[in-house]
């Protein structure tokens, strides 16, 4: 259905690769004109066969990548989860990224962490915490979608700020 949708869709501003916490928030019009290719229970692979005819179709100047949740639960260990993530920040052809930790884990978060600043790319902090996520501890809550949506807003306003010289 994402594929779908991103083909009929026009040039975008910003689009949020993702699993089921992306799909969940509401992103439209969060860094400009917004495209949300959240996919319940995507994995790392899910994102990075998605990310291609996705971004070279709506053409974005900011992403988002929030995966990890999924692969966490499916017992992937922290060595094969680096792999595959930097396997899919070497497909991502856009500079302005940010990274989103994922809320079940704090040693993915910090490899994500770790990637963000390898590759130049924001780091966003998971929405973690008493009254943001439901009982397993990674989807959202209403407050939570928002403490989401602001992180991300927060982190497309400092992208689009002029660099410093």
Known sequence: MVQLNAAIAPPQNFVALGDSI????????????SFNAGIGGGKIGDVQFLAES????????????AVGT???????????????????????????T??????????????????????????????????????????LKSLGAIVFRNRIERACNQLSQPASP
């Open 22 to 33: 992306v799909e969940s928030v509401y992103l439209s019009d969060v860094c400009g004109t």
């Open 98 to 139: 940010m990274l989103m930790g994922v809320p079940n884990s704090a040693a993915a978060s910090a490899t994500i962490r770790d990637l963000a600043v390898a590759h130049s790319f924001t780091y966003v902090a998971p929405v973690t915490g008493p009254g943001l996520t439901v009982d397993d501890g990674a989807h």
């Open 70 to 96: 999924n692969d966490v639960w499916a017992g992937a260990g922290i060595a094969e989860f680096r792999q595959k993530y930097s396997e899919l920040l070497n497909h991502l052809p856009v500079a302005k």
């Open 54 to 65: 996705i971004l070279k179709r709506l053409r974005p100047h900011m992403i988002l990548v």
